[in-house]
């Protein structure tokens, strides 16, 4: 599929989704939804071995500034509601994605947006990077599922106030409360991410797709089930050649110190 609004790269194991209308500072409309539907399903089709994490990242000074407003202010009750179950199913593919997720927030996030990043298992932001739910201010709530996963990933008090009020918040500040992973400067930020990109991209990615279900899971509370999901996953592993050859060259090593 050719992209009239996205830019997709690959690049040693790591793929970029890179939203590309600059102008409307990356405003989401149909097309775009579209286009970023279609690239999550080509990176999650794709082999582990030639990716293994996606970037999603922003074209000039914004990550996604949320819906194109001009085309959300026109459609009827019917398109509207198509538009929203659509991007239900575009958040889905991103939480549910094969592979490792990051927001690299390069600059504004709001509505849809931030919604995008709070759909992947990672965020991390420019200095300084404004970011929010501001539906409230058109007297609207999130649709896209933003209450739910920022109230399960910071929890509740923080997440009334947030919704509520619709206020602007700062990279600093969500990185306080856990939210954003990393803070890196703008002069670097791509470089960096790159660099925070890589540490992921080098580690086997069936050891990482079991840490990341586990890790959702978990949220809805650690149950004998999901515990001996995780014991089986782990005794998988361990029987692995993989994971004997690092077992044996840590235990190896442990004995030539003592020697």
Same mark, same amino acid.
């Given at each position: 599929?050719?992209?009239?609004?996205?830019?997709?790269?690959?690049?040693?194991?790591?793929?970029w989704?890179?939203?590309?209308?600059?102008?409307?500072?990356?405003?989401?409309?149909?097309?775009?939804?579209?286009?970023?539907?279609?690239?999550?399903?080509?990176?999650?089709?794709t082999?582990?071995?030639?990716?293994?994490?996606?970037?999603?990242?922003?074209?000039?000074?914004?990550?996604?500034?949320?819906?194109?407003?001009?085309?959300?202010?026109?459609?009827?009750?019917?398109?509207?509601?198509?538009?929203?179950?659509?991007?239900?199913?575009?958040?889905?593919?991103?939480?549910?994605?094969?592979?490792?997720?990051?927001?690299? /927030?390069?600059?504004?996030?709001? #509505? $849809? %947006?931030?919604?995008?990043? @709070? *759909?992947?298992?990672?965020?991390?932001?420019? &200095?300084?990077?404004?970011?929010?739910?501001?539906?409230? /201010?058109?007297?609207?709530?999130? #649709? $896209? %599922?933003?209450?739910?996963? @920022? *109230?399960?990933?910071?929890?509740?008090?923080? &997440?009334?106030?947030?919704?509520?009020?619709?206020?602007? /918040?700062?990279?600093?500040?969500?990185?306080?409360?856990?939210?954003?992973?990393?803070?890196?400067?703008?002069?670097?930020?791509?470089?960096?991410?790159?660099?925070?990109?890589?540490?992921?991209a080098?580690?086997?990615?069936?050891?990482?797709?079991?840490?990341?279900?586990?890790?959702?899971?978990?949220?809805?509370?650690?149950?004998?089930?999901?515990?001996?999901k995780?014991?089986?996953?782990?005794?998988?592993?361990?029987?692995?050649?993989?994971?004997?050859?690092?077992?044996?060259?840590?235990?190896?090593?442990?004995l030539?110190?003592?020697?």
């Open positions: 599929m050719k992209y009239q609004h996205l830019l997709l790269e690959i690049n040693n194991k790591i793929a989704i890179k939203f590309n209308r600059p102008d409307q500072l990356n405003a989401m409309n149909a097309v775009m939804m579209d286009e970023i539907i279609d690239a999550l399903q080509v990176v999650d089709k082999s582990s071995h030639e990716v293994a994490v996606v970037v999603l990242s922003g074209m000039g000074k914004a990550f996604m500034a949320g819906a194109d407003i001009k085309e959300y202010a026109q459609q009827t009750q019917s398109e509207f509601d198509a538009f929203q179950k659509k991007g239900h199913g575009m958040y889905a593919a991103i939480e549910n994605n094969s592979k490792i997720m990051i927001a690299a /927030l390069n600059g504004y996030a709001f #509505g $849809g %947006g931030f919604e995008i990043a @709070l *759909a992947c298992d990672m965020m991390v932001a420019a &200095t300084g990077t404004k970011m929010g739910l501001p539906e409230i /201010l058109l007297n609207l709530i999130p #649709g $896209g %599922g933003g209450t739910l996963r @920022l *109230a399960r990933k910071i929890g509740t008090n923080l &997440t009334n106030e947030i919704v509520m009020t619709g206020r602007t /918040l700062l990279a600093e500040e969500m990185e306080a409360s856990g939210l954003i992973n990393h803070i890196y400067p703008r002069e670097n930020f791509m470089e960096s991410v790159t660099e925070f990109a890589n540490s992921f080098n580690q086997l990615p069936d050891r990482l797709q079991a840490i990341k279900e586990l890790s959702n899971e978990a949220l809805n509370g650690i149950t004998p089930t999901l515990q001996a995780e014991a089986a996953a782990l005794g998988k592993f361990y029987q692995s050649k993989e994971g004997q050859e690092k077992i044996q060259a840590f235990y190896n090593k442990s030539d110190k003592k020697s």
